[in-house]
Structure formats: structure tokens, C-alpha cells
């Protein structure tokens, strides 16, 4: 995926401006118009036409810089069966820090949510491993998690006083998180 910020400096850095690498972009269907509108979208962060693995190689090699520079690779774990609130602790713990730092913390902390986040952390890793990134200049950029609600099938109820009852709630949360080349 583009990292939004990464492509932000470097064109600031180089100063590259938008009309000069929608030439490098432009195909087929993809006019000059719609290759200027669609860099300043990624350069904001909105991803309307998502770029693709193609985009990403023509727009490094018309900055020569590596296609890894300009990519972060994220994984996520939907609906995992906890609270969002009980993640956040330990998802705070792990941003900013190196993928071996991150992983260590997160073996000798002693939450639940610390396994789940490291199946999504190390989901990242091999992601970014596959595209021949160098796993060892990795770091946490972002670790999120955001609310999804009631679990389904947790619908139950516990019995209170006069005859009432009141519904146990289940939260599940989604798990998000993002690694990028130093």
C-alpha cells in the first residue's frame, strides 16, 4: 500500500510537483487530468483510485527512489473477541518501536491481546518480507483498534431482581496495524 506520508515528504523533498508525475502515470483510460487529480488524493491520504502495484513502481522510478520507500504494509484482525478498550492498552505499547523490539514487548506482556496482536504484527512482517522489503529497517508506524460492537452469538441475559433482566454485553474490536521501512 502507498504510504501516504512517505509520498508527501519525498515529493516535498524532491520538489516533484503533481503535473510532472502524472506524465509517468498517465495510461490508457488514466489521462493526465485524472493522473494529477489522483496524486494530489494520495498525497492528502485518500486512496480514490487505489493505487495499484503499478502506480506505486511508475511513481518510485519517476523519483528514483526504490518502490519500498513509498509503500507500508498493513495487516488487520476483524472481529477479534475482546474489547477495544483492554487492545488499546497494549497496541500503545508497540508504536513507534523497531518489528524485534515490538515483538519482544509483546512476548512478556501478560494481556490477552498481546497473542492476537502479534499474529497481526507478524502478518505485516511477512507481507512486507514477500515484497522484498528488508525486515530488519521495519518499525511500527501505526496500531490501532477501533470497535466492533457486540459479538455475534453472545446475545444472553443475567437474571436480576423483580423479575428483570439485563443483556451481557460481548464486545469484539478490529485490529489494525501498520509497518513501514526506516
Not at 54 to 75: H, K, T
Not at 120 to 142: F, G, H, I, P
Not at 162 to 167: K, N, S, V
Amino acid at each position: 500500500m502507498l504510504s501516504a506520508e512517505k509520498f508527501k515528504e519525498l515529493c516535498q523533498g524532491r520538489k516533484v510537483s503533481a503535473d510532472s508525475l502524472a506524465g509517468h502515470l498517465a495510461r490508457g483510460a488514466f489521462d493526465r487530468q485524472k493522473a494529477t487529480a489522483a496524486i494530489k488524493n494520495w498525497q492528502k491520504g485518500l486512496f480514490k483510485p487505489e493505487p495499484g502495484a503499478e502506480d506505486i513502481r511508475r511513481l518510485a522510478s519517476a523519483m528514483s527512489v526504490e518502490a519500498n520507500d513509498l509503500r507500508d504494509w498493513r495487516s488487520s484482525y476483524r472481529y477479534a473477541p475482546m474489547s477495544a478498550r483492554k487492545a488499546r492498552l497494549v497496541t500503545q505499547l508497540i508504536v513507534g518501536r523497531s518489528v524485534q523490539d515490538a515483538l519482544d514487548i509483546l512476548k512478556f506482556t501478560s494481556k490477552r491481546a498481546a497473542s492476537m496482536i502479534v499474529k497481526v504484527l507478524k502478518s505485516a512482517v511477512a507481507d512486507a518480507d514477500e515484497q522484498q522489503a528488508d525486515t530488519d529497517k521495519l518499525y511500527v508506524s501505526c496500531a490501532r483498534v477501533d470497535d466492533a460492537g457486540i459479538r455475534i452469538g453472545t446475545k444472553r441475559f443475567i437474571e436480576k431482581d423483580r423479575g428483570r433482566a439485563h443483556p451481557i454485553h460481548k464486545k469484539a474490536c478490529h485490529i489494525h496495524v501498520t509497518v513501514t521501512q526506516a
